[in-house]
């Protein structure tokens, strides 16, 4: 099983981003962790966890209102 994120733009529509795959739900969440204010930079606002073709979950890199 081959894990990956979809990256989304802020009108919800599929963006390029770096097309990494992982072996395991905790090799991808630590690499996201380590990445996600360059792909927030580069117009990335949210991004989605994909094991093979099924979405786990999905996740915004907005920072959140105070």
């Known amino acids: ?5 979809r990256y989304e733009g802020a009108d919800g529509a599929a963006v390029e981003g770096p097309t990494e795959s992982f072996g395991s739900q905790a090799d991808a969440e630590s690499w996201i962790g380590q990445t996600w204010r360059e792909l927030a ?3 990335v606002t949210s ?20």
């Open 41 to 43: 930079a580069s117009g």
């Open 1 to 5: 099983m081959a894990w990956s994120w």
């Open 47 to 66: 991004v989605a966890l994909v094991e093979d073709d099924r979405v786990e979950y999905r996740m915004s890199l907005l920072p959140t209102a105070e």
